[in-house]
């Protein structure tokens, strides 16, 4: 194992953990002699994209419709990137503020949130850098400061690195390491049950499982100590699960394809980096962050007392004011949050 090899076992397993035993296993803080009767309400029937989004809320790109949002219309291009099992919703704190910075765009990853949900098997941190690629594309983002949460750390990372003509900086929050692919297995949720059936009962199965109650066990989870969980995010997190794909895109997510680039040392990031760290999460420990900053040249490390897996929810304006200096410090605007 390398030197670094440890943080990313432990970082691994806790996204994996904390974001997919919720939806896979039992429900959460529970054992199976505790587990709770399965819901007898009657699954939902899955929804066209079209019944849940309107259609200038989307943007066809690399084959399939993401979903956007944006706000702001001066000043620095930012892209927003949210984490494994989340979506634009994560964000919901932050748009104002920041499209008084800059010019704001918010996607919801291939898989995730209100973006379709294509049965291509594509789903793995390559397929998302393409997305966000093809995104940026389409809607005319040239080089953006690219802000990405846990995955979504990983993912603007990998941008930056493969493509550093189409980075102008990063903020890193709570991030995963770019190149990493989760382990299921040894992150302790058993996919064995999906294994050998044929794909239709494997769908079922998922479906059975994606439960509002387990969601708001993991996000009960995620929030904990830092703001009460309401029906309002329940309903953001469960919503996009009833959409046409989201069964075979978490099938897909268990067993993604190869990888074929090779892995681009983080010291070879070039752009402006400030890592931000949540000193309370319980899903990536502040230990990774620390070695994620040391292992990229010159960039600036911030650890918030008080804050979790998700600083931007947490301390929205001390979060505001945390990207203002950095515009300011490195593109010279000193635009005010009013």
Known sequence: MNRYGSALKTTVAGITVALILPFLGNSYGQTKSESRPASKAVIEPLKKLSEVVPAERLIKADGFQTYFVQYGQHGPEILLLHGFGSSTFTWRKNFDALGKIGRVTAIDIKGFGLTEKPKDGQYGEAAYVRQVLAVMDALGIKKPVIIGNSMGGAVAARVALENPDRCSGLILVDAARPYTRL????????????????????????????RRDRIKGFLDSVYEGHEPVTDAMVDAYYVPSTIEGAPEALLSMMNPPPDPAKPIPLANLKCPVTVLWGKQDNVIPVRAGELLARD?????????????????????????ALVQRFVRENFGTSLQIK
């Open 183 to 210: 382990d299921f297995a040894a992150s302790g949720v058993d996919t064995t049950k999906f294994k050998g059936r044929p794909s239709v009962l494997a769908t079922a199965l998922v479906r059975t499982m994606i």
């Open 296 to 320: 990229i040249p010159k960039s600036e490390l911030v650890i918030w007392a008080g804050a979790g897996h998700l600083p931007h929810e947490d301390k929205p304006e001390e979060f505001h």
